[in-house]
């Protein structure tokens, strides 16, 4: 058995695949990533995404010219408004969406709204690159008909860099191929010359859907309901108890009175927050007081 090989880095020790690398990330350094993310986003990084922290942030140290994440992170804490902090929580965030997933969720967002008198508003919370966001808009204007708009999309995230590309609205065709052929020809336009391989939601689509930054950890929300829907899918999970508990609470007041939270499959608030009450399939509305 080969033994491993480790020395002292500002005395700590770091192991041989640490040091054969060209930056240096030590215990404390890790340590200290996960209480800043955490602070920043309220994301809990588990132990075991140390090599997801190190191949992210470290486009970010050689950016600057540095070879130690201590370096780094010294530099982030003494400068709180910098820049940087945003580059450092874009990288830490993770991006995982579909157009139309858990599609279950959408046949019945559409029986909630399709008689609805008033203009229909739905958060997004998590927008991430922007499939959630247009799978919505899609479904207002199959459900809504020429109703649809005057409604409206609230699509917000935490990653700037996610939401600047879902702004765009512009997708690889074998993405967009995966939706049934009926929609691809109804709300996407395939890209020509050199945008070929690519298709753009169509601007009626678009339309539908505002993108705005927002933390959900910030003291104060830029948005205001109430909503008939809020989706937060998929994002609690990275969440402690205590956050998701605080962030279901300030859910509440931005709701109508018959509006619809949906969940991800993996995540269950009936255990969290007495705000809301399970409808099943990760659907929760208000509980009555």
Not at 5 to 10: A, I
Not at 153 to 172: F, H, M, N, Q, S
């Amino acid at each position: 058995m080969t033994e491993q090989r480790e020395r002292v880095v500002d005395g700590q020790w770091a192991s041989s695949n640490q040091i054969e690398r060209d930056l240096i990330l030590t215990d404390a350094d890790f340590s200290r990533i996960r209480e800043l993310i955490y602070q920043r986003a309220g994301i809990v990084l588990a132990e075991h995404k140390r090599e997801m922290v190190y191949s992210r942030l470290a486009k970010r140290l050689r950016h600057h010219g540095m070879t130690r994440f201590t370096d780094y992170l010294v530099r982030l804490e003494r400068q709180p408004d910098a820049k940087e902090w945003e580059a450092f929580t874009n990288a830490l965030t993770t991006n995982l969406t579909a157009f139309f997933r858990e599609a279950h969720h959408f046949p019945l967002l559409a029986e909630h709204i399709r008689h609805k008198q008033e203009p229909v508003t739905i958060w997004c919370s998590a927008a991430s690159t922007g499939e959630e966001p247009y799978s919505l808009a899609m479904t207002l204007l199959e459900t809504l008909g020429p109703k649809a708009a005057q409604a409206k999309v609230i699509a917000t995230d935490i990653d700037t860099e996610a939401l600047a590309k879902a702004r765009t609205g512009v997708y690889p065709q074998e993405q967009v191929r995966k939706l049934d052929e009926v929609r691809v020809k109804r709300f996407f336009q395939k890209g020509t010359g050199r945008h070929e391989g690519f298709a753009r939601v169509r601007p009626e689509v678009s339309a539908l859907v505002e993108f705005m930054p927002l933390n959900l950890l910030a003291p104060q929300w830029p948005i205001k309901g109430p909503f008939d829907a809020v989706f937060c899918r998929n994002i609690m999970i990275y969440f402690d108890k205590d956050t998701q508990a605080k962030i279901l609470k300030r859910f509440a007041p931005l709701m109508k009175s018959d509006g619809l939270l949906f969940a991800g499959h993996s995540e269950n608030f009936s255990y969290i927050s007495d705000a809301f009450k399970l409808r099943g399939q990760t659907v929760y509305t208000l509980a009555k007081k």
